[in-house]
């Protein structure tokens, strides 16, 4: 089989997984990044233009603040036939710009999303992808081993799926971090690594609609628990910034519901 040409553009932490399994695979990889050298098989390219040259995908695995400065100093090079999938993290709007800007050039643009931390998985993370070059992408990096699920939809779809397990999935990890400082601070760091362990193993099905239908079923009270958490934070002198956000919240879902009750009174 002709082993294909694959450009990525930026070589950090995912992009240097992938170039390296990549090259193990057999491709061919050019790669840039202004700051750091390419893996050891990757052809070491002198900027963005230099590394798509030849190129039958193009991953470009920056920052989303630099998706639109990578793409246009690319866009010169870009072969006719070649895709450009777009692997930030950013919001889908971004990821229509790149594919309107990339349309008008005559060049097929993927919105692929990364869906899992890449370390010790490399290029079988699993991946999602959207647009109109998403079955090219899935075709071009599943003969190196990749595994990307193709949506039906426009660019922008695999970004919002991407996000909207960010907000549960980071949000989560972030409320875990700002609690296990305050433990720490009260010597109970081990304790509630043991209750957060316990929670998490202990989930099952039932376990979103639980959590959905308690929220908004005690959300007065809860705001009220997650007031005086954030106290406790403060005299602890640790950041409480989960926690102001969760009373902030819950105290909305109780304003919304409130005109409910008020009418089911009236009626």
Not at 24 to 47: E, F, H, K, L, S
Not at 218 to 236: T, V
Not at 258 to 266: A, E, I, K
């Amino acid at each position: 089989m002709t082993e294909t040409t694959i450009a990525v553009l930026g070589l950090g932490e995912a992009g240097a997984a992938f170039a390296a399994d990549l090259v193990d695979a057999g491709a061919i990889v050019r790669g840039y990044d202004p700051a750091v050298a390419a893996p050891p098989g990757v052809i070491d390219c002198i900027d963005e233009a230099d590394a798509v040259r030849t190129a039958e995908v193009i991953l470009s695995v920056n920052r989303a603040s630099a998706a639109i400065d990578a793409f246009r100093a690319a866009v010169e090079q870009v072969t006719p036939t070649a895709v450009w999938a777009d692997l930030n993290t950013a919001e889908p709007a971004l990821k229509r710009t790149l594919e309107s800007q990339a349309t008008e050039l005559g060049i097929t643009f993927a919105d692929v999303s990364i869906m899992a931390p890449v370390p010790g998985r490399g290029l079988h993370t699993p991946m999602l992808s959207s647009g109109a070059g998403a079955q090219d992408v899935a075709r071009l990096l599943g003969r190196y081993g990749a595994t990307v699920t193709v949506l039906n939809g426009p660019a922008g779809a695999a970004a919002e799926r991407k996000l909207l397990r960010s907000v549960f999935y980071k949000g989560m990890s972030a409320a875990v971090v700002e609690a296990l400082t305050a433990a720490r601070a009260l010597e109970l760091d081990d304790w509630l690594t043991d209750v957060i362990s316990d929670e998490l193993t202990g989930s099952g099905a039932h376990s979103v609609e639980r959590i959905v239908t308690g929220t908004n079923r005690h959300a007065k009270r809860r705001a009220d628990e997650m007031e005086a958490a954030a106290k406790m934070l403060a005299d602890l002198g640790v950041d409480h910034d989960i926690s102001d956000a969760s009373a902030m919240l819950l105290h909305k879902i109780t304003a919304r519901a409130r005109p409910t009750q008020d009418r089911d009174l009236d009626a």
